[in-house]
């Protein structure tokens, strides 16, 4: 995989070959040193070809800053993928699912924000494009763009959008390509795309065959006729129709479509391979192949090993509790009871036994790696990010600068921004301008996304509130302020005896709309409360 990974797997293996020479001639089982299970033939066989897999990207271009280990980032991508090339392991890129399209906005800001999200895209392919993806298959947030639209962009991408199960309506024109044999340094991959239709059916412009099955049967036949000696299915589906192409002439399936955060260990369905690589492209998944052999696979992964132990580890774990039960139970037969010990005993020596691995045929190896903080972009595509980010702040700078906030109802509060509640509760004003809270829209002006649509709302003061800020407009309401959590307060400031005006109060509704786990993966609402209790808030204010 990557030049970190394999500097690790060499280590690994020299201790493995040292412990080997230390016991030699004893009964030392070495095996269970590398970890801890598996039983490695005395050289592991470096694989014959390399699948650098994602799903999913949803165009994500890098993640957002607010978490606490943010991961992805097509800059971190590129060196992830810059390394695997370097080993001289024939190397595809591969993608499924939904690609350019799919980052959540706020329904008041999507007629706004369709320009900014056709940016996106159009950053999303120029970038794998450079990074040389070798095919992909659209997911139904991609098929439901307006074809003109698509077919701008998949000219951009010069990457296969591969679409088997595709018709045209009427006069339309399909942008997609169909499977093909892909070259890998002498090594002939089939790849074919199935994008199966969304719960509400096809897009207006094409009409999706949902028969994957038949489908790869036959395509998968037709790519082995011009050559290919491994077939590639790309879907864009569910689970279960992933699983239906088992037996069908494929050998991989890359499942896309799944929206799920977290990847899915390998699965191996007769001879197929099953992988997927979650989303918003925080993880790129390393498919290692060795090709030799008829038919069958060996799963060699650490990954499957792994789950494996812990599968094994909880039903050790819930049996064990069981038999101690039963144990007491004068009820339970002793016959009955000795059936069970036994069970649990086979599955503790299954637990605990050396994983044998022979390479002798067809094997693979599957290991996520996280684009995590850690790895260093590459220069220039995140010079590529940020100019796509000023692109999109100067054009949301003037494009929405008419968009003003609604006035508040005639009686009714607005907003007056922090600094205005400063001469009564100085204290807490200056506490608050020393939180995240007190410098959010900072943040953003360094990286030039004030204006972006997918970050701004959190980062003022009663955005699209009436007599609030709205992407543009927010004068003194930058930043989380008072009144986010307290509600507007120029009815407070021009009363301040008067009860009521202002809440002090904060249900965890008020947090959790900006506090999402995408955005916020930190936040527990009692933990995060208890941190905003200070002198001055919430605390008697400190005598100066």
């Known amino acids: ?115 900014q999200e056709l940016f996106r895209s159009e950053t999303f392919v120029e970038i794998y494009a450079r990074l040389g993806v070798s095919a992909v298959a659209p997911g139904p947030l991609d098929l439901a763009q307006e074809q003109p639209l698509l077919t701008k962009l998949v000219a951009k991408s010069s990457v296969p959008w591969l679409v088997d199960n595709a018709q045209a309506r009427g006069e339309q024109q399909l942008p997609f390509a169909t499977g093909r044999v892909l070259d890998a340094r002498g090594i002939k991959v089939g790849v074919l795309g199935l994008s199966l239709p969304a719960p509400s059916g096809s897009p207006a412009w094409l009409e999706l065959d949902s028969d994957a099955a038949q489908i790869a049967r036959k395509k998968s036949a037709e790519l082995r006729s011009q050559g290919a000696q491994l077939v590639v299915a790309l879907v864009s589906g569910d689970r279960r129709a992933a699983r239906t192409l088992a037996g069908k002439g494929v050998d991989v399936v890359v499942m896309g479509g799944l929206d799920l955060e977290k990847a899915l260990p390998p699965a191996l369905v007769g001879d197929t391979v099953l992988v997927h690589a979650g989303q918003q492209g925080q993880h790129v998944l390393a498919l290692e192949l060795g090709l030799h052999g008829a038919s069958g696979w060996e799963d060699a992964s650490d990954w499957s090993a792994r789950e494996t132990n812990r599968e094994l580890s909880q039903q050790i774990a819930e049996l064990r509790e069981r038999v101690q039960a039963w144990e007491k139970d004068e009820k339970v037969a002793r016959k009955d009871l000795e059936v069970q010990r036994a069970r649990l005993r086979e599955l503790e020596q299954q637990r605990d036994a050396p994983r044998q691995l022979s390479f002798a045929g067809r094997w693979f190896r599957a290991e996520l790696e996280e684009l995590a903080p850690e790895v260093a972009g590459e220069r220039a595509i995140t010079a590529l990010l ?133 955005h916020s993966d930190r936040f527990v609402y009692d933990s995060f409360k208890a941190m905003l209790i200070a002198p001055g808030h919430g605390l008697p204010a400190d005598r100066q």
Do not use: I
């Open 1 to 115: 995989m990557t030049a970190r990974f394999h500097a690790a797997f060499r280590a690994t293996c020299w201790v493995f070959l040292c412990v080997l020479a230390a016991c030699a001639g004893s009964r030392c089982d070495a095996s269970k040193v590398a970890d801890g299970k598996a039983s490695l033939p005395s050289k592991t066989p470096t694989p014959d070809l390399r699948l650098l897999v994602l799903t999913d990207p949803r165009g994500y271009l890098e993640p957002c800053g607010c978490q606490l280990r943010p991961l992805g980032g097509l800059d971190k991508l590129a060196t992830v993928v810059g390394d695997a090339r370097r080993d001289g392991v024939p190397t595809l890129v591969l993608a499924a699912g939904n690609l350019a399209f799919g980052t959540e906005l706020r329904p008041e800001d999507a007629e706004g924000a369709r320009a």
């Open 386 to 518: 940020d100019a796509h980010d000023q692109r999109v702040n100067e054009h949301n700078r003037t494009t929405l600068a008419d968009k003003k906030p609604l006035p508040a109802a005639p009686g009714a509060a607005a907003y007056v921004g922090s600094q205005a509640c400063e001469s009564c509760h100085q204290q807490a004003y200056k506490w608050w301008r020393g939180t995240p809270h007190g410098n959010a829209y900072l943040t953003l002006e360094r990286v030039h996304k004030q204006f972006n649509l997918n970050c701004v709302s959190c980062h003022v003061t009663g955005y699209n509130q009436p007599g609030g800020s709205t992407v543009t407009h927010v004068d003194a309401l930058k930043d989380v302020g008072c009144e986010n959590c307290h509600g507007p307060g120029s009815l407070h400031v021009a009363e301040p005896s008067k009860a009521g005006l202002v809440t002090r109060t904060v249900e965890e509704s008020t947090c959790s709309g900006c506090h999402t786990h995408e």
